[in-house]
Each structure stands twice: as structure tokens, then as C-alpha cells.
């Protein structure tokens, strides 16, 4: 590219409300620590163990070898099943609470979801608020979270190589995914949709896209849709998603693909930009875990039973949706129901 990684970090800086410098956070008892990128920077979750055997996807990446595997009959249609939530203490609970934090793999560039409010200087953001959920229904009221910003492509390897405890960074829940990573049922429901310049003569996620420069991030559900129909585009990969509004302010790109969840925050960033068509595919967002923390996963399922309180008006998910995704996102009546495969 002709913008040099050093401009592109202060345009990301000045375009997008998030704080481009890492470093520890005392509030609230969270911890943020370096990026995860490549193999950099093992620690949290995975200091002093041994190297986790991988295997490579080609669609998402390496993932844990494993005899058997969490996706064994999934399908578009059941892909969203978790296991039957439980208050029970097993093995990885216990290792989270031996430890005393809980080493989570979040987004710090997302608005609304995951990014760092430059008011305040602090993590904020959907997920934030239900990753420190998680962490209080484990380690009580003044739980320490050790947040590590992580790469969208970066996803799966940190938790496969216990980098950190879990993701909880609008990742979507799908068969392939569920080959190399555990999943907590669904705490939200996006789809793909594609976000261009007003001005655009993009339509939507079609024939529209012919000979356009169409960003997406690496790792995401956007590339795997733009692989199987490019609709004639030319496909740019980035890093992060946020990468791609800058890419399209300065004339990098002609369209993005991403989740419509995120999209519609971008949007909120920037005036000039706007959803283009409909949704065109379904993308359940759920907690990422290691395929082997089963105590974990069903642990994470009894928080967001707790946390959905049958989609009352005032229980936790509810609020968390008025606060960071109404104003954006505008005409959801609660969150997703859980689905169970034992």
C-alpha cells in the first residue's frame, strides 16, 4: 500500500474514537496488555505450558488437533448449539480462579463493541460489559480482567494456544470455526452486509461490486463469503475491520464487507458512509473458548442465561443493548435464544 503503517496507525487514531497506545488500566481491576499479533507475546492464559499442537484451516487458520471434534454433525442450522449451562467447577474454571483473573481476547477499534473511549481512556463497549460478567460470575465482585487486544485473524490461534482464556469480540459462530474452538450459545445476531459512500454506486452484496476494491478483514466471515462470490471484485485483507473504514476514507477501497453490527458503528463514525442491500447471511455471535474448557463453555452458557433474563427490559443484556447498540441498530426486541446439542 502507498500509506506507510505509521500514517495508517494516526489516521486509525484520528478517524475512529478509540486511543491508539496500549498500557495498563487501573480502573475497574482490568489489565490491558499488548497486542497479540503473529506469534507474539504468549502470557495470560497460556504462560509456562507447552506449545499447543496445530492445524491449519483454510478458511480460518490453525486450530487445535483433536480426536474428536465439537462440529461432528453441524450444520448452517445448528451451528448456534452450545452445551447445557452449569454452575460447576472443572478444570478450566479452576485454573482461571487459581490464577485470580481472567484473560480475555477483546477488540479495541470496534465503537459500541469494543474500543477505547477516549474520554475516559478505558475499554467500553458491548462485549466489554459482557466479558467483565463473565469474569464476576467466576472470580466475584472485584474480579481482575486482563484484556488482550486481538487481531481478527489472531482469534482462533490465541485461544488454541491458550494465549488467553477467551474471545469475546463479535465473533460469529459457524461449522468450520467449531472444527478448532468451542462455542457459548449465541448473545447476538448480526449478517453480512456491505457498507460504501453514499455517493457509491454500490447496491448491495451484488454484481454492483464488479471491478470495485472491496475490504474485508482476514480471519472474518467476510472473507469466506467474498472467496466463495467475489461477485467480480477485487478482494483487500486487513488486519483489523476498523482498517477497512480507514482504507475506504482515503479512496483504498470502494466497499466493505463485514458483519452489519459492526458496519452499522462504522457508519456512526463516519457520516459519508452507509449500509448498502440487506443482510444476506446469518452471523450468531458467541463467546470463543479452547474446545477442550467444556466446564468453561457451560460455565459461560449460565452467565448468559443470567444475562439474557429472558429478555426482560431490565435485565443486563437489554441494558447493555440501550446503552451501546439502540442508537445504531435501532429495532431489535431482545437477544437470541439459546440453542442446546445435549
Not at 73 to 102: F, H, M, W, Y
Request: glycine share 10%; hydrophobic share 40%; with cysteine.
Amino acid at each position: 500500500m502507498s500509506v506507510s503503517r505509521r500514517v495508517l496507525g494516526n489516521l486509525r487514531a484520528v478517524l475512529a474514537p478509540v486511543a491508539a497506545g496500549m498500557g495498563v488500566m487501573a480502573a475497574a481491576a482490568a489489565v490491558l496488555v499488548p497486542t497479540l499479533a503473529g506469534g507474539a507475546g504468549a502470557g495470560g492464559g497460556g504462560a509456562g505450558r507447552a506449545a499447543t499442537p496445530v492445524v491449519t484451516h483454510p478458511a480460518y487458520g490453525p486450530g487445535t488437533a483433536s480426536g474428536t471434534s465439537p462440529a461432528a454433525g453441524c450444520t448452517p442450522r445448528n451451528a448456534a448449539e452450545s452445551l447445557q449451562p452449569s454452575s460447576d467447577d472443572g478444570p478450566a474454571v479452576a485454573r482461571i480462579k487459581e490464577r485470580g483473573q481472567l484473560v480475555v481476547g477483546v477488540d479495541q477499534n470496534t465503537y459500541r463493541w469494543g474500543y477505547r473511549d477516549p474520554a475516559t481512556g478505558k475499554l467500553a463497549g458491548f462485549d466489554i460489559d459482557l466479558a467483565r460478567a463473565i469474569a464476576t460470575d467466576i472470580l466475584g465482585p472485584d474480579a481482575k480482567v486482563v484484556f488482550k487486544a486481538v487481531p481478527t485473524d489472531q482469534r482462533i490461534p490465541a485461544l488454541q494456544k491458550r494465549r488467553v482464556d477467551m474471545v469475546v469480540r463479535t465473533m460469529t459462530i459457524n461449522c468450520a470455526r467449531k472444527k478448532l474452538v468451542a462455542f457459548s450459545t449465541s448473545y447476538f445476531q448480526g449478517g453480512q452486509q456491505v457498507l460504501a459512500p453514499k455517493a457509491s454506486a454500490v447496491k448491495a452484496f451484488d454484481d454492483s461490486l464488479r471491478g470495485k476494491r472491496v475490504c474485508t478483514a482476514a480471519g472474518s466471515t467476510g472473507e469466506a463469503e467474498l472467496a466463495a462470490r467475489p461477485h467480480g471484485a477485487k478482494v483487500l485483507t486487513v488486519p483489523n475491520q476498523l482498517d477497512c473504514l480507514v482504507r475506504l476514507q482515503l479512496g483504498q477501497a470502494d466497499a466493505v464487507v463485514t458483519d452489519n453490527a459492526l458496519a452499522a458503528a462504522q457508519a456512526a463514525q463516519d457520516p459519508a458512509v452507509e449500509l448498502k442491500g440487506r443482510p444476506f447471511t446469518d452471523e450468531p455471535y458467541g463467546v470463543a473458548m479452547n474446545e477442550a474448557d467444556t466446564d468453561l463453555v457451560r460455565r459461560v452458557n449460565k452467565v448468559l442465561d443470567d444475562y439474557r433474563a429472558g429478555g426482560a427490559p431490565d435485565g443486563p443484556w437489554m441494558r447493555a443493548y440501550r446503552k451501546w447498540l439502540k442508537a445504531d441498530l435501532p429495532d431489535i426486541s431482545g437477544p437470541p435464544s439459546p440453542e442446546y446439542s445435549d
